[in-house]
């Protein structure tokens, strides 16, 4: 009898706690249910929009690449792909500005309006994926690409104010690309200092590059020494 009692105690204790809790027992179950079906949900989001965005990125590689094949004059094709290469870069930007394929769609649309000498349109994609990328890694790429371009365009003062403070990954490519900033604007003097640093900041896994600097370095030198033969 005694052990009866006890146990209607007990449920008579369950009911009594479960009056006083069980309203902010199911509110707390029901918060950690939504949590979780609410991630699930942003999961399965996120997955549908790295699909759709990835699509539109191997669209717009198909436009650079067809676009990049035109030989000769221009044809209303070409003109027509070069159209949908900007519409899909714009696509990406605006529908997954926070995608990793924006930021890869923008450098293709850059590199295949840098291909036909509209750097105008370069420079704008580059300054747009330069914003949007996270990585350092990636935004020392891109600045090298955006200061080249400017360089193209004519901002040559500007291109070189860019090419500072990269790491040791890109400091040969930077001190290569001033060397050729420096020879277009007739400094050969400069053009050689920085090919000479390039060759020494080269990373042993870079050493594929060591031929195309050691050949412009050549040049440059052989062009300093001809102009001082002809002021003697």
Do not use: C, H
């Not at 942003?42 to 436009?63: C, F, H, S, T, V």
């Not at 001190?175 to 042993?204: F, N, P, Q």
């Amino acid at each position: 009898m005694n052990d009866l009692r006890t146990e209607e105690e007990q449920i008579a204790a369950i009911k009594a706690w479960w009056t006083s809790n069980g309203t902010q027992l199911l509110a707390g179950v029901l918060v950690i249910a939504l949590g979780y079906f609410g991630y699930q949900g942003w999961q399965n989001n996120k997955a549908e929009e790295a699909i759709a965005a990835g699509d539109l990125y191997l669209q717009l590689q198909e436009a650079v690449v067809l676009s990049s094949q035109a030989q000769g004059s221009v044809t209303s094709l070409d003109l027509e792909r070069v159209r949908t290469i900007g519409y899909l870069a714009d696509q990406l930007q605006d529908e997954f500005g926070d995608n990793g394929y924006a930021v890869l769609g923008a450098l293709a649309a850059a590199r295949a309006a840098a291909d036909r000498d509209d750097y105008p349109e370069a420079i704008t994609r580059l300054e747009w994926a330069l914003q949007a990328e996270e990585d350092v890694a990636g935004q020392q790429l891109i600045t090298y690409r955006l200061a080249i371009a400017k360089a193209a365009s004519g901002a040559e003062q500007e291109a070189l104010s860019m090419l500072t403070g990269s790491d040791d990954s890109y400091a040969a490519l930077y001190a290569e690309a001033r060397g050729d900033i420096y020879r277009s604007l007739g400094d050969t003097e400069s053009a050689k200092e920085e090919y000479e640093s390039a060759v020494e900041l080269l990373l042993e896994g870079q050493a594929s590059y060591a031929p195309t600097l050691e050949f412009k370095l050549a040049d440059v030198a052989a062009g300093l020494a001809a102009l001082s033969a002809n002021t003697q």
